[in-house]
């Protein structure tokens, strides 16, 4: 492993403007996810919001990507490319990812939207998932573990009757998009890195109805679906390390207290 970086005050306040823009980006998504709609349109109006907002999307061009955002339907665990054929349609479920450069400092987030009326069972993925979200944001203070996120999140899923992938994970970010640690969201207890003060990750557990693999599309090489084209839901958010607890940087709503 790496080193962590420690943030400086100015860089914490530069990923905290990121990190909101992030989240701005999408509620001001959400208007557009119904029935009809494509996925490449939510991404042009996407990239459009986040220019408008002298920022630039992080995921264009990363590594090849060719969308502004990621946008995961159904049985797309991550990385899902927006695209004119994606059709959303009644009963959908989709995980709309943003992460944005604002003034060279990254922030990054993800959340589930519904389209129409959807099955329960697809609630109830839904609610698990934001729920094992909540569970590892509150691990987050000094002196804990980073294997305790993925501890309480794999544990709460399962006792649901979920799997959690673990083929992606979460990660440091701020100043570059991809940082150290790596943040698994299945661990065992007590291990990984200790946390301190000024470090900045994301929490963003990927929750499976089925089976916790996944396959790469061979065709586009991002695309990451379910092994078995069952459901899958993810959350994700911005989270630092404060003096005595966690202060979530792409909470917007204030669903969170600063610890």
């Known amino acids: 492993m790496g080193k962590i970086i420690i943030k400086t005050a ?8 990121s990190s909101r823009l992030a989240a701005k980006t999408l509620d001001f998504a959400e208007q557009f996810v119904k029935p009809g709609v494509s996925t490449e349109f939510i991404d042009d109006k996407v990239e459009e919001f986040i220019l408008k907002n002298n920022a630039v999307p992080a995921p264009k061009g990363y590594h090849g990507f060719p969308k502004a955002s990621c946008i995961s339907p159904n ?25 944005t450069i604002l003034d060279g400092y990254y922030g990054d987030t993800s959340r589930m939207f519904t389209v129409g009326k959807i099955s329960p069972a697809a609630e109830k993925l839904i609610d698990t ?26 544990r709460y899923a399962k006792a649901k009757g979920f799997s959690v992938v673990y083929e992606f994970c979460g990660h440091g970010v701020g100043i ?7 943040v698994d969201h299945a661990s065992r207890k007590n291990t990984g890195a200790v946390m301190k003060p000024g470090m900045i990750f994301t929490i963003e557990p990927m929750i499976n109805q089925g089976k916790s693999k996944a396959d790469i599309d061979k065709n586009d090489g991002w695309t990451a679906r379910t092994t078995d084209n069952k459901l899958s839901a993810q959350f994700e958010h911005t989270i630092l390390v404060t003096e005595t607890g966690y202060e979530v940087l792409t909470d917007i709503h204030e669903d969170y207290e600063i610890t």
């Open 10 to 17: 100015e860089q914490i306040e530069g990923i905290r403007k």
């Open 75 to 99: 049985d797309v665990i991550c990385h899902g490319i927006p695209s004119e054929n994606t059709i959303l349609q009644d009963g959908d479920i989709i995980n709309i990812d943003i992460t």
């Open 129 to 154: 998932t934001f729920h094992c979200l909540n569970l590892g944001i509150e691990q987050v203070k000094p002196g804990n573990r980073f294997g305790n996120i993925g501890f309480v999140i794999n």
């Open 176 to 182: 570059e998009f991809h940082e150290e640690p790596q």
